[in-house]
């Protein structure tokens, strides 16, 4: 049974499908949600759900930087639910709670966006600078990072000088280059395993020698490279990097056009 609104303040239960479960957990909670035509932010809950289980079997998956990515997440979406669907003000329903949760969420959204600004004039490419923003710290996890100071004040760019630039961590004070950990943020985020069918998403690229190379864009996210041959002139395959030195063919057609010119 479940409760449903019936459209007028009300109440109604009805059975949908089975359930054995004696103790309501997220999925319930969720259900009776959808149920009464609640929104919620699904995904801050879920992803805060999962760190907490991990941290209930003291198995910490995540570590402390990104456990306060998560809080501050979370903050919206229970301001929200206690105004919208409580009818309840934060401050009198939280007391206590309520500034410091307000203190954390200004502090870690104001870090974040002082952190994204102090990137905006050090030379990212407008392709990477997404994964430059899905970066988190290697030592401790927090997305809040900055470009080194040495670096902004010598005006060096990060495209071009990628070998030497670093990033500080606001949350730790870990410093390191920022451009493998973007790179390896990008490739992460197109893992795949070849046991399942899984092909790579992304490759090195031919004009830069970096592994940004977007193969379903066909476009090199770092310095921008493109295709000069995106399909067979013959048959109209979309061609590759590795396809690029056949003149426009596809290895089929390059083979059927060299057999021509053998048995001319
Ligand atoms: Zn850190
Ligand atoms: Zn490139
Ligand atoms: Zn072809």
Redesign the pocket.
Known sequence: MLPQTDGDGGVEWKPVGKFKRTTIDVATIKKRFEGFGIDVDWPAIEQMQECRNHLEHLHPANTLGEVAGFVADLFPVLREFIQTQLNEQPAELLATAWPVMLAHHEFFTNTMSTCAAAWDNVGVSELMRPWLDKCQCVECGSPLLRPSQDDIEDGASLESQDESFKYVCIACGHSDLIAPLMIKTLNDAYDYDPRDGGEPGVEE?N??D?S??LIHEQR?L??G?QLDYQECSVCEEALGQGDQYNGGLCSYHLHVFDKAMRDD
């Open positions: 690229c004009a830069c970096r940004t190379f090199c770092w310095c490279a």
